[in-house]
């Protein structure tokens, strides 16, 4: 095809022609070779699947396929090659997006913000891992390092080292922290775990946060031999503000890894009624506060782990959401031992350690009636949740879980994410609204709360059918609803997908936007072409206000 033709079906970014945009391609061309920029014809976008994800758009679009789409896929090989990128994407007023693995699914996938960015797939051909350290227990890696990759890695190298995996392997360990994702092991939480990047700043120049900013010309990555060991260096401490951010590259990054502890065991604990989740809470925050909870534990509900066994006409023909009735039948009928909530754990250490925590478990949950106490050995294991966990809360990637997604035909998944603290009352607050909502709108209510240290994660997995205009058009009314419900009763989502990032920045406005003010100060002086992910987390360069003005009054979605 020639260039021209190309062109033609590409998505236009703000402030370009085919001919300007043209020019920047043909650059970056001879920069990166042919092969290495791939022009995106919106004609011919393809979702296909999470164990070939697209980097062209969202495979899950609520919004229409073509919205959230890249003009191109960039795929640099180094982190020379991404300052180049950089420094064209400047010359051009090019926006670009970074992705490294681009498995956000349910998140918005590898696509960017504003339609016609260039993405930049960094996993591509910088999939490395650096260094790997057994005594110190840790990795220094590249974009493209999955979290099955390294745990093969360890496993080729025979060490006894541990990965903390989100529900599906197939996702990068740098891109999920900078997104700030959550595992399930005693380091779930990943940005908390991470130690030391390098950076692309978007005028081109590369730094190296904490002690990789002291240099060691003795050391493989000329940096001091402590840029993994110790997070903090000298000075400002500025690893928080390449997260979920617009004003790096990152490159590379230390990952603290958790040594095999010598002994493991998982479980679950499973409540027979929908209004066992308050006390379930109650009982989790001491234990977890107090580290008897070893591990960042979750608690699901029955339609999470039915889905994982079926698609919903599995359990109902009504073609609705199932109703109480519906899933309590379900619940009784299936071999997989699931409750109305379910809570995910597991026991770290020598044999006697693990006993001295599952009695204090035992002991405080007991007090619930009719709670009843589940090892892996004790569940059959087809369908079970209980069995995929027993891997995941030791590391071990899977992708079973990917089998929810398909509970209606056609299954895509958007997540809504707040934050609440770890109280009966909160967590039953939480559900009411979800579950109101999605009665109203007629959706599945489908969550699991995920615990930090000392905040329950409400996720709320949204299941819609991607081919459905109507239903695609429900659903999104539906999240603007919850984010303004969430606010309106002081909870903030955590992360979010691409179509909320906007909406949600707005809630985090104490102050009279005080923290906006700050983002956008910060934004401005390091990348004032705007090149870099503009609208990234709702923070917009000056260079397109006006497109932030449009999208804040709802004029355009873009
Ligand atoms: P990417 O898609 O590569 O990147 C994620 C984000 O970081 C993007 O916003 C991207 O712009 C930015 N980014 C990436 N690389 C760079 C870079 N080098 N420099 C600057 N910015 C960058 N997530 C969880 O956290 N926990 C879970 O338990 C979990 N369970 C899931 C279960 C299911 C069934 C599904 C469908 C999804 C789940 N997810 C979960 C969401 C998601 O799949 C993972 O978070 C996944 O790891 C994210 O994709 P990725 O790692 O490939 O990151
Ligand atoms: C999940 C958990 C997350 C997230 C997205 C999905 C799990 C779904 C705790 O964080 O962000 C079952």
């Known amino acids: 095809m020639s260039f021209s033709a190309e062109l033609k079906n590409c998505a236009l970014p703000p402030h370009h022609t085919q001919d300007t ?18 022009i995106v014809s919106t004609a011919s976008l393809d979702d296909k699947s999470y164990y070939d994800p697209p980097k062209t758009h969202d495979p899950f679009h609520i919004l229409g396929q073509d919205e959230l789409v890249a003009s191109a896929v960039l795929r640099p090989g180094s982190t020379e090659d991404v300052q180049a990128i950089v420094k064209l994407a400047n010359k051009h007023r090019l926006p670009i997006w970074p992705t490294s693995i681009g498995r956000n699914f349910g998140y918005g996938g590898a696509a960017p913000r504003v339609r016609g960015s260039a993405v930049v797939d960094l996993g591509a051909r910088m999939n490395k891992v650096l260094d790997l350290n057994e005594p110190n227990a840790f990795a220094l890696i590249e974009p493209g390092v999955t979290f099955l990759g390294l745990y093969e890695e360890i496993q080729r190298r025979g060490m006894k080292l541990w990965v903390d995996s989100p529900d599906l392997g197939g996702g990068s360990v740098l891109g999920n922290t900078l997104d700030r994702g959550v595992g399930y092991t005693p380091y779930g939480d990943h940005f908390g775990t991470h130690c030391g990047m390098e950076v692309v700043l978007p005028n081109g120049e590369v730094v190296r946060t904490g002690m990789g900013a002291l240099p060691d010309k003795n050391q493989p990555t000329g940096s001091a031999n402590t840029w993994q060991l110790f997070p903090y260096g000298f000075g400002p401490f500025h690893d928080g503000i390449f997260t979920q951010s617009n004003y790096g590259i990152v490159t590379k990054m230390g990952v603290w890894l958790m040594p095999d502890p010598g002994g493991y065991q998982a479980f679950m604990i499973s409540f027979q009624k929908d209004e066992d989740l308050h006390p379930a809470i109650e009982i989790i925050r001491p234990l977890r506060i107090a580290g008897i909870l070893q591990n960042t534990p979750s608690i699901r509900s029955a339609t999470l782990d039915l889905a994982v066994g079926g698609p919903r006409k ?13 899933i309590d039948n379900a619940v009784a009928k299936s071999t ?3 409750g109305r909530w379910s809570f995910y754990g597991a026991l770290y250490g020598p044999e006697a350690v693990r006993d001295v925590f599952w009695a204090a478990i035992k002991g405080a949950f007991s007090k619930i009636p009719g709670a009843t106490f589940h090892f892996p050995s004790d569940v059959p294991p087809e369908k079970s949740v209980l069995h995929i966990r027993e891997g995941t809360l030791r590391g071990l990637p899977t992708f079973t879980e990917l089998e929810w997604t398909n509970f209606v035909p056609n299954g895509s998944a958007f997540f809504f994410s707040p934050i609440s603290p770890v109280s009966g ?11 109101d909502r999605c009665d109203e709108f007629g959706f599945d209510y489908i969550g699991t709360f995920t615990v930090g240290m000392r905040e329950l994660h409400h996720i709320v997995c949204l299941v819609f059918d991607r081919t459905n205009e109507e239903e695609k058009k429900r659903a999104y009314k539906m999240l603007n609803l919850m984010v303004q419900d969430c606010a309106d009763a002081g909870y903030g989502e955590y992360r979010t997908h691409l179509a909320l990032m906007d909406q949600i920045a707005g809630t985090y406005n104490w102050n009279d936007n005080a923290l906006m003010k700050l983002n956008e100060t910060l934004k401005d002086a390091l990348d004032p072409n705007g090149i870099m992910a503009p609208g990234k987390s709702g923070v917009w360069p000056q260079a397109y206000r006006e497109v932030k003005k449009r999208v804040v009054s709802g004029t355009s979605k873009i």
């Open 336 to 338: 997989t031992k699931i």
């Open 314 to 326: 599995d359990y109902s023909l009504t073609g609705k959401p199932l109703t109480s009735a519906e």
């Open 425 to 435: 009352d909160h967590a039953d607050r939480q559900y009411k609204l979800a579950k």
């Open 21 to 38: 945009l043209g020019a920047a391609f043909t650059e970056l061309r001879a920069l990166l070779g042919p092969e290495n920029v791939e």
